[in-house]
């Protein structure tokens, strides 16, 4: 199968429910970069963790928030780690909308706690009753296939509107999605798309994947492949994967030169590695037919920079889809 044929059947819009991108935006808020970076590079600043963790006995909620997501992300070991929902709940309960936006979606999920999507949206409606714009993104999307609540499609568009209008991006995109396709709401391409492009603009991996899908089809928007494969590499640098194979068939069927086959094959390889079966298979079958177009010293510059890009930190990457 060509490129171009397996690049027509992955191009497409996705929701945005980046949870860990989220997530670790809420750690940027909150927690100091030097605590966070210590802990990534495997160094823990006992000073600052002694300090948040006598404001959170003390009853801070930022504090045991702070550290319930250093917990989560495994920051603290694994002490740190079994005390995170004890330290979010307590944060929740005080009213922390962060944290129950967390808890929300850890019940939602499954993840850490016995999956319950009730008690999820429990967590969820009270941040979002409280005006939190994730919350209110997340909870609409339940809202529209009846996750743990009733299903309510016009409940889950007045939702999206208000977190959408609150400049927040995720929203903005789905908002968009949905406009697109016409699904609960008219068919409107070009407010669709214009709500995506200020999605993309704040900067989401997602809605930055979208925006360039949205630019290399036309649809909403004049047809542009340049600008198109410009978000698609700053959603590619993100860690979205379906930016990063389209991104790679984009070069890979477009441009003749060495170093945009070399760029193609680094993302090419970087997709084989990734959580997403689908994409990762369809990678997979493009690798030996690029290999075999390039030297061995071009296969080699590709691989180290897929590897380098692999080896990143994780919080230099928002979302995996």
Same mark, same amino acid.
């Given at each position: 199968?060509?490129?171009?044929?397996?690049?027509?059947?992955?191009?497409?819009?996705?929701?945005?429910?980046?949870?860990?991108?989220?997530?670790?935006?809420?750690?940027?808020?909150?927690?100091?970069?030097?605590?966070?970076?210590?802990?990534?590079?495997?160094?823990?600043?006992?000073?600052?963790?002694?300090?948040?963790?006598?404001?959170?006995?003390?009853?801070?909620?930022?504090?045991?928030?702070?550290?319930?997501?250093?917990?989560?992300?495994?920051?603290?070991?694994?002490?740190?780690?079994?005390?995170?929902?004890?330290? #979010?709940?307590?944060?929740?309960?005080?009213?922390?909308?962060?944290?129950?936006?967390?808890?929300?979606?850890?019940?939602?999920?499954?993840?850490?706690?016995?999956? &319950?999507?009730?008690?999820?949206?429990?967590?969820?409606?009270?941040?979002?009753?409280?005006?939190?714009?994730?919350?209110?993104?997340?909870?609409?999307?339940?809202?529209?296939?009846?996750?743990?609540?009733?299903?309510?499609?016009?409940?889950?568009?007045?939702?999206?509107?208000?977190?959408?209008?609150?400049?927040?991006?995720?929203?903005?995109?789905?908002?968009?999605?949905?406009?697109?396709?016409?699904?609960?709401?008219?068919?409107?391409?070009?407010?669709?798309?214009?709500?995506?492009?200020?999605?993309?603009?704040?900067?989401?991996?997602?809605?930055?994947?979208?925006?360039?899908?949205?630019?290399?089809?036309?649809?909403?928007?004049?047809?542009?492949?340049?600008?198109?494969?410009?978000?698609?590499?700053?959603?590619?640098? #993100?860690?979205?994967?379906?930016?990063?194979? &389209?991104?790679?068939?984009?070069?890979?069927?477009?441009?003749?030169?060495?170093?945009?086959?070399?760029?193609? #094959?680094?993302? #090419?390889?970087?997709?084989?590695?990734?959580?997403?079966?689908?994409?990762?298979?369809?990678?997979?079958?493009?690798?030996?037919?690029?290999?075999?177009?390039?030297?061995?010293?071009?296969?080699?510059?590709?691989?180290?920079?897929?590897?380098?890009?692999?080896?990143?930190?994780?919080?230099?990457?928002?979302?995996?889809?």
């Amino acid at each position: 199968m060509s490129a171009a044929t397996s690049h027509g059947k992955f191009s497409r819009l996705s929701v945005c429910v980046s949870f860990v991108a989220t997530t670790i935006a809420l750690v940027s808020m909150t927690v100091s970069p030097q605590t966070v970076l210590a802990a990534e590079g495997g160094h823990q600043v006992p000073a600052q963790v002694a300090t948040l963790t006598a404001r959170a006995d003390a009853g801070d909620a930022d504090a045991q928030f702070e550290l319930g997501i250093l917990g989560l992300g495994n920051w603290l070991g694994d002490q740190g780690r079994m005390d995170s929902i004890t330290r #979010l709940t307590s944060a929740a309960d005080a009213k922390h909308n962060g944290a129950a936006f967390v808890l929300g979606m850890l019940y939602v999920r499954g993840a850490l706690v016995a999956r &319950n999507p009730v008690k999820g949206v429990g967590y969820l409606k009270a941040a979002a009753n409280r005006g939190d714009p994730r919350s209110k993104n997340s909870l609409a999307l339940l809202m529209l296939r009846g996750d743990g609540i009733e299903k309510d499609p016009a409940a889950a568009i007045e939702l999206l509107e208000s977190s959408a209008s609150a400049g927040f991006a995720e929203a903005q995109t789905n908002l968009g999605l949905l406009y697109l396709r016409g699904e609960n709401a008219p068919r409107d391409e070009k407010r669709g798309a214009e709500l995506v492009r200020q999605g993309a603009a704040a900067g989401p991996a997602n809605s930055q994947y979208n925006y360039g899908w949205l630019l290399e089809t036309g649809t909403g928007v004049a047809k542009d492949s340049a600008a198109a494969r410009s978000w698609y590499e700053r959603a590619a640098e #993100l860690g979205s994967t379906a930016a990063q194979f &389209n991104l790679a068939v984009m070069l890979l069927r477009a441009s003749p030169s060495s170093a945009d086959s070399i760029t193609g #094959l680094k993302w #090419l390889l970087v997709v084989s590695r990734s959580g997403d079966p689908a994409l990762r298979k369809r990678a997979e079958a493009i690798v030996p037919s690029v290999v075999g177009k390039l030297s061995k010293a071009e296969i080699q510059q590709a691989s180290q920079a897929a590897i380098s890009y692999l080896k990143r930190p994780s919080s230099m990457m928002s979302s995996s889809r």
